[in-house]
């Protein structure tokens, strides 16, 4: 049954871009988008977090490890190291802090095991490296890094992707070294909220203290290239070997020649939603910032499916830096060429 | 450091698509796709495939393997049924064939054992379900599709999934159910290729036969809903516990509203390039139709990366049947609400 297929729909195609063009205040990003010649953006995860549950202490040890986190890439970046490189060296930074749900400071899964995720992608080149369900090795975007250059590869995955890690003479830890109080704390209550112990708030569920939290690093080097980074110990409490967004390229993390995105929230949705790279591709489609696309897809189409997703940090080719999310928090960050640091964590 | 941003580039965004709509003979797709009321698209895998692999007898076992699947379905739909269920029943015949890389006949990985991953979604609700590395279900496709009705996650991997599996009343089977003498042959040609015993042939380690291969399907069903799943062995002596495209959503599978996309081919390519969030995001993006879209993916930007990368399989929701792939060859079929049949395999 052969029959004429639609010609090119350019009227169509205009009109979707006038409307674009037309969509309110939210088109004209200029008063609330930082721009840097290079350097690096992070989140440290997004989620319902408000100034009672931090203590004016811990409140700066979460900006100091976030301000490491930017030295440590920025010094990489001023020296004329690749923003592969950067992303690395500040996630390493946040993995090591027991703060951050990732490395370290990972939540516990249904087992009181950890098991992390992370990724990582080149925009210059399109390379990428993946890994899920790893729970020895000290850091996994360094995993993430290795899959992408010693491994044919993206995407490895539990006890295979361990012994690739060993193959590649990565450090490896004992389990121990994961355990933090308050992260099993935080089991302990999720168990005795899924047991029907404590009532359902969905705020407490929610909160990033109990149940969400990722790290994520996007940098921008001085040859003008884009690279992004994402690592989590996933959701607490989480059953059955659950993959989030994190390792996924498309999903938790994205970086092209003139893009890059770190995703941190919900999983689920942002695996449903391709949010790293739809953000991505409407900026490439629709001709639209890459600050407007994520907002559309942060505020707009996320926030109607579901309340309080998450958030997304990013960066385009000309150092705009984006920082989106409709939570109440996300922990959050850049430096610039000049080394000047800007931290916040409340909306 | 806050200076303006860039404005709306709609001028940009008009070039685009002029380019686009100029773009040459492939611009009109007018005498190439099909057009169905209602019904299934699949394919059984992409890679080199030539005459000479197939006896008669081999080639008429894989169409009416194909024939069968795309009955399945079409009985689901023709008494009212839902499009995620036409894509299960089909691919389930499709998971008990020898024949394709899936289910009952999938390949071996390095460790001699078999490890299955499957996605579905539905594109009417955005809903959606995937599994990774299971080794004792026997029709992966039902436990994606579980996954996505009856756990609060998408993904799942591993042994959690299968215990996943366990607790949904999923049909468990010895791992002797999915020994097939012919991929254990491919999996002895492939160490010995990678042990550099044969000559690296790049032709025969790519073919479908010794490396690739998967099934996809879209059914459009008569209220207008768009489903889509895949299901796969993966790659033959994989190692490390690597992950392709198929569980991936947004990479080897996507739906939505208006579009439907299943891949099939060398997975790494495809999780980099989000080529199945892609096709539908250049279609609702830049206003072309989705076998356009499929076209400019598959044919234009991935083999620019890399020759015989792939296909894939794609409905619109206007019922456009889309089969484009860049190898010699792609198992693959479509019926429409009449009942009739085609297959093809060759180019």
Not at 234 to 246: L, Y
């Amino acid at each position: 049954m052969m029959i004429a297929g639609p010609d090119c729909a350019a009227v169509l195609g205009l009109l979707v871009l006038v409307a674009g063009c037309a969509s309110g205040p939210r088109g004209d990003t200029s008063d609330t988008v930082s721009r840097i010649e290079w350097g690096l953006v992070l989140h440290g995860g997004a989620g319902t977090i408000s100034p009672d549950d931090l203590s004016p202490d811990l409140e700066r040890q979460y900006r100091e490890a976030m301000e490491q986190a930017l030295r440590a890439g920025h010094a990489i970046l001023r020296d004329g190291g690749s923003g592969l490189d950067a992303v690395v060296a500040a996630i390493v930074v946040l993995e090591d802090s027991p703060h951050f749900n990732a490395g370290r400071g990972a939540v516990f899964t249904a087992d009181g095991t950890v098991s992390h995720d992370a990724s990582i992608m080149d925009g210059a080149t399109g390379r990428a490296g993946a890994v899920a369900g790893v729970g020895t090795v000290k850091n996994p975007i360094r995993l993430a890094r290795a899959v992408m250059d010693a491994s044919p590869h993206v995407m490895l995955s539990g006890p295979g992707a361990e012994q690739f890690a060993a193959e590649q003479g990565l450090e490896v830890v004992d389990p121990k070294y994961f355990f933090t109080e308050r992260r099993w704390q935080q089991l302990e209550r999720a168990r005795a909220l899924d047991a029907g112990q404590e009532s359902a708030d969905p705020g407490a569920a929610r909160s990033i203290h109990g149940k969400f939290g990722t790290v994520g690093v996007i940098a921008l080097d001085r040859q003008g290239r884009i690279a992004a980074g994402t690592s989590t110990g996933g959701m607490t409490n989480k059953k059955w070997g659950r993959i989030g967004d994190s390792p996924i390229i498309g999903a938790g993390t994205f970086a092209s020649e003139r893009c890059g995105v770190s995703a941190t929230g919900w999983g689920e949705y942002f695996i449903r939603n391709v949010v790293a790279y739809d953000i991505c591709a409407r900026s490439a489609y629709l001709g639209i910032p890459v600050a407007e696309a994520a907002r559309r897809v942060i505020l707009d189409h996320l926030e109607a499916q579901e309340p309080e997703t998450g958030g997304v940090v990013a960066l385009d080719r000309d150092g705009h830096v984006i920082m989106v999310f409709n939570t109440t928090g996300m922990y959050r960050g850049y430096i610039g060429a000049d080394g000047r640091i800007e931290t916040a964590i409340y909306r």
